[in-house]
């Protein structure tokens, strides 16, 4: 006998002698750990702290969110009568410059700033666009059948006085002042302003803009055809009522290539989303606002820019309303300014396609050739449908150029002086305030 073999064996624990039996190889049982090696730590490392970053950064995004629902969540719970109507927010969204999904703002506000009106029972209704300078058009033509109604041209139907729900006008302004309304990033503000000023400046006549632009584009000889230019009614500036407070809500849409690694850094940071749009909300909420902060008058003093301090110049140049958010201009995609240039470019080129599908179609309707093969398998449009096809690309072309002009960084926000006694801003309440 071997002094090897008078060894006793190590008694096997009983959980192993189990495994054993169980089919698992015994050298899976026998084998020691071990460090991993260096890749291994590095991906190790790499993964946790990715994941622990995020499953922070939710978890301080509930945390957040759950803190501002609990402060206004006792405003729900008030008891209202049976034709109790909810205080509704008007939201307004346009489409970030650059980004093909038109929806972007929109989703930023159901994201964050919505789970704070739901919390409080604050109604809603959101008003998007699917093109640059679809905002400013629906604000000025509400607001020209707004003034249409109180001028008396036109007339609301009968039938909805006899609703239990109907109000009067003095009482429908009333509850759009309570209200308030929601302004989604600076492009949309810009488009706001600008709807505003038009809806307030323009004259009452009903407009059909694609029998103008028709007629316009009649006049230009591509067809050979002229009419004569509507004349519009001019009337003098009305005065401007209060209007529904404001609340200006930053946003910024990060695109392009270059923009990646703060694309990564926000992903990882949601939490400053979802506290700027839950103070958002709880402003909104609770209804405490102060007089919007209007520019300076053009008309300055002579000299003023002598006698005035630095400090005063600064000052006065910083504390407008209108430069709200302005910093998100810079994250614009710098091929947005070529936006004129191309334009231009496919509208020559379309054009210059015109003139030959025109004569094809003008000698195809008056017989002086026959069709070829081609044309007879897949026929060339006729004229009615090129002067449609033409009306639907200059109105997409010209929509888009005047919504650029409106929101590009060189625009000034669109200003009257009327709306400096006609628009608030939604604040910060005081501590301990109750809504208003």
Known sequence: MNAAEGVSAAPTSGVKTILRYSGIPPSWLDKRPKLPSRNWLIFLSVTSSMAGLYIYDRQQCKAIRKSYVERVQELADQPVGALYRPRKVMVYGGKWPGDED????????????????????????????????????????????????????????EILEQLP?????????????????????????????SGLKRGWTEPLDKVDRDEILAQELEKDGRFDEEEDEPVQQHQPMPPIPPLPPLLLVPFTDILGFTKIPLMIWQFFNRRHDVRTGAEAGYKLVMGQKRPFAAPSDTSEPLFSDITSSPSAIAAAATTSDLDFDKECERHFRKSLSKLPAENAKAREKYYAELKTKLEVARALARGTREPTKDEVQN?????????????????????????????????????????RDALSVYVDPPPGSQST
């Open 102 to 157: 038109h929806d972007q703002t929109l989703k930023y506000f159901r994201k964050y700033v919505k789970p704070i009106l739901v919390a409080a029972a604050v109604d809603y209704e959101m008003i998007g666009g699917k093109r640059l300078g679809d905002i400013a058009i629906r604000v000025a033509d509400d607001i020209k059948s707004q003034r249409r109604l109180e001028a008396g041209l036109d007339s609301r139907p």
């Open 379 to 419: 026929p060339p449009p006729t004229e009615v449908e090129l002067r449609a096809e033409r009306l639907k690309k200059e109105k997409r072309w010209r929509g888009d150029l005047e919504g650029w002009q409106i929101i590009a960084p060189a625009t000034k926000v669109a200003w009257d002086n009327r709306f």
């Open 165 to 193: 729900t109907y109000q009067t006008p003095v009482e429908a302004r009333q509850s759009l002042l309570d209200g308030g309304i929601a302004i989604i990033g600076r492009p949309t503000f810009k488009e706001f302003m």
